[in-house]
Nanobody, 115 residues
C-alpha cells in the first residue's frame, strides 16, 4: 500500500556530506513514522533515524550531531542530511515507513565513505 523510492547515495570522502531522499507514494495517510535504516553485508540492519508524523525525531547515538532527518509533507518526501561522514557510515541505507501493523521498505541506496 506504500511505495518508497530512495535516492542520493554515492561515494564521499571522510568528513564529507550527502543528502538522501525518500519519496513516498500510495496510501501515505496512515503512516505514523518514517525513518532511515542501514545495513552492511553480513550484519544486522540498524536504525539510523526516525521522524514521526508529529515531527518528533530519534537518532542512534553514533550519528547524533552529524545527521539530521527532516520531511517535506508537500512532496511526500523524507530526507537524511549526513555531515562529517565516517568510514563506519558505509552501508546500504533503506527508507522505512511505519503504520500500526505494517512496515514498508525502499530498495536501498548505497553510501560509501572512503579516502
Amino acid at each position: 500500500q506504500v511505495q518508497l523510492v530512495e535516492s542520493g547515495g554515492g561515494v564521499v570522502q571522510p568528513g564529507g556530506s550527502l543528502r538522501l531522499s525518500c519519496a513516498a507514494s500510495g496510501n501515505i495517510f496512515s503512516i505514523y513514522a518514517m525513518g532511515w535504516y542501514r545495513q552492511v553485508p553480513g550484519k544486522q540492519r540498524e536504525l539510523v533515524a526516525i521522524i514521526t508524523s508529529a515531527g518528533n525525531t530519534v537518532y542512534r547515538e553514533s550519528v547524533k550531531g552529524r545527521f539530521t532527518i527532516s520531511r517535506d509533507s508537500a512532496k511526500n518526501t523524507v530526507y537524511l542530511h549526513m555531515n562529517s561522514l565516517e568510514s563506519e557510515d558505509t552501508a546500504v541505507y533503506y527508507c522505512n515507513a511505519q503504520r500500526s501493523h505494517d512496515d514498508y521498505w525502499g530498495q536501498g541506496t548505497q553510501v560509501t565513505v572512503s579516502s
